[in-house]
């Protein structure tokens, strides 16, 4: 989703991630689930809710698969160094000693980071005491079968944490988007179709929009391809 579309239908997830910056900056430490389908916009939303404040510090993973089973992956791409800590309430330590000013780490595709790293970053909100801590997780709403048991816990049951659910655009989002993305005003009985057919998802939406050419919205029938 692009930088000009990603607020379509978004304006109530994004004052939820405002107001918790709001209180990470008053000494309230927070974790939240950013959570929803493949395709919703999920990193989209919080890459441009991260990128319109100036004044934090931003320290950015991704968890993947192929690397779910090695200790420290994603907290050493957060640190940006090898982590040498002997647990988890450790590795909390080294990362609370590096956070001075407004923070806010994001972890996406958290289901597949290891589970030594999220422990560390649970550990470290239990040991905020006031610092000024946002931590974001991105999340499918329904997690694959490959996720490890202990991370499917630990994300079930994560300290102090608020949950995010992006989800799928309603017709008036999908026309605003067709505007946005094509110059086309669709009319409600089309952007009724297009989101029942895509189950308003943006990518989805995104996807039909570029592939079709733009007249054809004009002569649209009841049928999507």
Known sequence: ??????????????????????????????????????????SSLVSYFVARHDDIAVHDATGARWEAGH???????????????????????TLLDRIDDVTVIVVDDAHYADVESLQSLSSSLRRAHGRPLLMIWIVPDVLPDDVAPATADLLSNSHR?????????????????????????????????????????????????????????????????
């Open 1 to 42: 989703v692009t930088d000009n579309t990603v607020l379509i239908g978004r304006n109530s997830e994004l004052m939820q991630l405002e107001r918790l910056l709001d209180e990470a900056r008053a000494g309230v430490p927070s974790l939240v689930l950013v959570e929803g389908a493949s395709g919703v916009g999920k």
């Open 71 to 93: 200790p420290w992956s994603v907290l050493e791409q957060l640190l940006g160094d090898t982590v040498t800590a002997g647990d988890p309430v450790e590795a909390a330590r």
């Open 161 to 225: 944490v608020d949950i995010l659910h992006v989800g799928a655009l309603a017709p008036p989002d999908v026309a605003q988007l067709a505007l946005h993305r094509i110059g086309v005003d669709l009319s409600a009985w089309t952007a009724r179709r297009l989101q029942e057919h895509t189950l308003g998802n943006p990518r989805s939406i995104l996807q039909l929009l570029d592939e079709i050419p733009r007249d054809e919205w004009h002569r649209w029938q009841a049928r999507f391809p």
